[in-house]
């Protein structure tokens, strides 16, 4: 039985990368308790190893909101891990919003959600998604921290590889830079924010210690691999038209674009040391997660 000193947590989405990370933090680096912890996820047979170290697995499934109150039942605190549901625009808020009733109506008091920076005013597409969830918390009875999660040194797997093989990397984002971060850092501040005993309502915006141009990504790749990487500046039309002409749907098209006019607008360049508040850690370094990751970057797609 969960007490104020020993609160059930409960990890949605534990099955994905960024959560299965944070239940790994949960239990190794943080040593919670197995018995304190419930995870969900739509694949509850891909978490047995979760199961046969005594933690609490369930299905949960946001498009079925009725399931949801039983799945977060006897949680005290919850991290909603926003969802990948980025074909349909607004399907994610619908998911979130039902999430967030459940979470009133099972009696969770806080809830840790995983946003993005500026959600408010950002020019990535999907930013309303984000920004209508803030907004459902705030509007609950729930206690609440937003992690507005930076991006993911882990996206330069989209655009490196391709650039590296034609020696060209086309960017409609300009000299705009991006505050990026490892998955993994952000996987311990969300650890770190479930398992705090503070109530108080809060946004966190987690972002490396610099921000980078992606000149200034792709000089470090070339040193990095021996190969040439120029930087070329195209338009939004040409990217969207390129990513078309890729075999992208143009939905996603248009959120792939939306990243490089939010690069280019500073949506995604501001630097904050929330991180290093959380987790008492500095995040960790561009250089150093190009040397671990150079594999990831060199990978033919
Ligand atoms: N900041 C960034 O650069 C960045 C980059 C990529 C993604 N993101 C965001 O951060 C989230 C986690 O990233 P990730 O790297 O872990 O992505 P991922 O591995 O693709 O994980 C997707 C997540 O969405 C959950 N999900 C999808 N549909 C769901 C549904 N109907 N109900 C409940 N959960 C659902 C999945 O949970 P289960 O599979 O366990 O059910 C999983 O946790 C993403 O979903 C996205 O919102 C941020």
């Given amino acids: 039985m969960s007490t104020p000193s020993s609160p059930t947590l409960l990890v949605t989405g534990a099955s994905g990368q960024l959560g299965g990370a944070v239940v790994r933090h949960l239990l190794d680096t943080l040593k919670v308790p197995a018995e304190r912890l419930i995870v969900t996820t739509r694949s509850p047979d891909g978490l047995a190893d979760l199961a046969a170290r005594g933690v609490t697995v369930r299905a949960a499934d946001f498009d ?3 399931s949801l109150v039983a799945a977060f039942a006897g949680a005290d605190r919850l ?8 074909m349909e625009p607004g399907k994610r808020l619908t998911q979130h919003r039902a999430a967030v009733q459940a979470a009133v109506d099972a009696g969770v008091k806080h809830v840790v959600y995983t946003s993005l920076p500026s959600a408010d005013t950002s020019h990535v597409s999907f930013a309303p998604d984000h920004w209508g969830t803030e907004q459902a918390l705030s509007a609950s009875t729930l206690g609440w921290t937003i992690l507005r999660n930076a991006w993911y040194f882990e996206n330069l797997a989209y655009s490196v590889p391709g650039a590296l093989t034609s020696g060209e990397w086309a960017t409609a984002a300009g000299e705009g830079r991006i ?3 490892a998955r ?3 996987a311990r501040a969300a650890a770190a924010a479930l ?3 503070s109530n108080e309502n809060q946004v966190l915006t987690l972002t490396g210690e610099q ?3 992606a000149r200034d990504v792709a000089s470090r790749v070339s040193a990095l691999t021996g190969k040439p990487l120029a930087v070329l500046d195209i338009t939004q039309e040409q990217l969207i038209g390129g990513l078309t002409a890729h075999g992208f749907p143009p939905v996603l098209a248009d959120v ?3 990243f490089d006019a939010a690069t280019a607008a500073g949506d995604l360049g501001a630097v904050t ?3 290093a508040r959380l987790t008492g850690q500095s995040p960790t370094t561009l250089d150093a997660w190009l040397q671990a990751n150079v594999d990831l970057l060199t990978k033919a797609h």
């Fill in 179 to 181: 505050a990026y971060i």
């Fill in 184 to 186: 993994d850092d952000l």
């Fill in 256 to 258: 792939f674009a939306s």
């Fill in 79 to 86: 991290l909603l891990v926003s969802t990948d549901a980025l």
């Fill in 273 to 275: 040391d929330d991180y």
């Fill in 211 to 213: 921000a980078w141009s």
């Fill in 195 to 197: 398992a705090s005993d």
């Fill in 64 to 66: 079925q909101p009725d």
